[in-house]
């Protein structure tokens, strides 16, 4: 890079260096995104893979007086509702899943909340869909007696969606400070 007598990039160069990091952090997210999805997506599959190794349906263990590791296959959706309509849900998850995408590919660019959100949400959904698809239903395995039971992948899905909304209200105040500049 050349420099004037004083030593100084021109603005050119400074606007060209700045729209590279920015380049560089945007890759970085949806880097981050990916891999994240990919770890709660393989941690969510291994553990489905123990369970239905070790327990058979209806069986589980008792780890304190209100958790349980219990075998379940949900052939529903959240909590058990539309049971038997794997292909729907099933078809249904595909479309939402598509459709988050698209909302999301502009916040995860600016957000890194965003992107972590997303990055659990796509792993956990993936995860559940692999289940439909392939088990007839999503092995749930957590049960809290007084809550349906329920997965790491669910946890994912809510963790995600959460990790979103904070990344949807950073993206307002920074939308209201550049307004208000």
Request: proline residues 1%; negative net charge; aromatic residues 6%.
């Given at each position: ?24 952090e945007r890759r970085s997210r949806w ?50 509702l539309f049971p038997g309509r794997q ?47 392939f088990h007839s239903g999503v092995t ?42």
């Open positions: 890079m050349s420099r004037d007598r004083g030593g100084r990039l021109s603005h050119t160069q400074v606007m060209a260096a700045a729209q590279r990091r920015e380049r560089r880097t981050f995104m990916a891999v994240l999805a990919v770890l709660v997506f393989a941690a969510d599959q291994a553990l489905k893979i123990t369970i239905r190794a070790v327990y058979a349906e209806g069986e589980g263990t008792d780890l304190t007086g209100w958790l349980r590791i219990d075998r379940t296959t949900n052939e529903g959706i959240a909590f058990g292909g729907v849900v099933a078809t249904v998850t595909v479309l939402a899943l598509c459709g988050i995408a698209v909302a999301l590919a502009g916040l995860v660019r600016r957000n890194p909340w965003a992107a972590a959100g997303a990055g659990f949400l796509v792993g956990g959904s993936l995860g559940n869909l692999l289940d439909r698809v749930d395995y957590i049960d809290l007696s007084r809550w349906p039971a329920f997965n790491l992948a669910d946890i994912a899905i809510g963790v995600g969606a959460v990790l979103i909304v904070m990344g949807l209200l950073e993206a307002s105040e920074e939308d209201a400070e550049d307004t208000a500049t």
